[in-house]
């Protein structure tokens, strides 16, 4: 059997993705796609908690006339829903998981509990971390970068709307060039807005390598756990 790369890996899922071909909300049958391949994952042996983010809902800092706060409070609750329906799809394919909210929704989600979460890892469960960071003003890519350090993940795999890492953003920039490796610090030098400064900074100081890569082909995070040179590695040593 092929062996993973990584121990124990954050994988990041672009909200966005998960509405498919309409755009807005769910779409079960690309979730069910992408469990497929975070399934195969698993059975390699890796360790793979999940941050979702909430774009195909609500993205706070797009909504102007609400105040930021609340905005952002309604941006962490489409995290959860997100969420839900991963953990939903997975179960349906036997995969063992587990959600933890870092706001308290008892009835629904365990709450976050870092030792807690590791111990479900070690286990082979699939962690799913709802609610962004709990917090305000941050994003989920925040988010992603603040739980790997915390459960020690090897690597954050972003698995997005975009094949990786360009010199300016290739939805507004046809002609924009990739990087198949980019240091942290050249990513906030040049203003890239493929994560928010606070993630990538929190990944430099702690030495959190990031992949960017495509969901388009939800195999790719086969792929990318086998260590294939898919998409753009973030890292502090070119
Ligand atoms: N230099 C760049 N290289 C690549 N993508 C970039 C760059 N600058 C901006 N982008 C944009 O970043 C987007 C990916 O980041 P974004 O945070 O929006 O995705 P996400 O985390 O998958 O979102 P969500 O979970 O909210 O749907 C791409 O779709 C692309 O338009
Ligand atoms: O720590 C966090 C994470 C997220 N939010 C809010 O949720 C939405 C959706 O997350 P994306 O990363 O944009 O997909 C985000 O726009 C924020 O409004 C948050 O407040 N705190």
């Avoid at 590791?118 to 286990?123: A, G, I, N």
């Avoid at 469960?125 to 915390?150: K, M």
């Amino acid at each position: 059997m092929e062996q993973p790369r990584y121990r124990r890996i954050l994988l990041k899922l672009s909200g966005e993705a998960l509405a498919g071909p309409k755009h807005f909300g769910l779409d079960y049958d690309v979730v069910t796609e992408i469990c497929r391949s975070v399934k195969e994952a698993a059975d390699l042996g890796t360790e793979i908690a999940v941050v979702v983010g909430g774009g195909n809902f609500w993205r706070g800092r797009s909504n102007e006339k609400m105040d930021r706060t609340r905005a952002d409070h309604m941006g962490m609750l489409a995290t959860v829903i997100n969420s839900l329906a991963i953990a939903d799809a997975l179960e349906q394919l036997d995969v063992p998981v587990r959600v933890q909210t870092a706001i308290e929704m008892r009835q629904i989600a365990e709450p976050y509990i870092r030792n807690r979460a590791v111990r479900h890892l070690e286990k082979g469960r699939v962690v799913v971390f709802g609610c962004g960071t709990g917090n305000p003003f941050f994003s989920t890519d925040t988010a992603a970068a603040l739980r790997a350090v915390e459960i020690d993940a090897d690597i954050i795999l972003k698995a997005t709307m975009v094949d990786g890492v360009y010199d300016s953003d290739p939805t507004k920039h046809p002609d924009a060039k990739r990087f198949d490796h980019i240091a942290y610090i050249d990513v906030l030098n040049r203003g890239l807005g493929i994560m928010d400064s606070t993630a990538t900074s929190l990944c430099m100081d702690n030495e959190v390598p990031i992949m960017v890569f495509s969901l388009e082909d939800p195999r790719n995070i086969v792929r990318a756990v086998l260590g294939e040179s898919i998409g753009t590695i973030v890292q502090n040593t070119l």
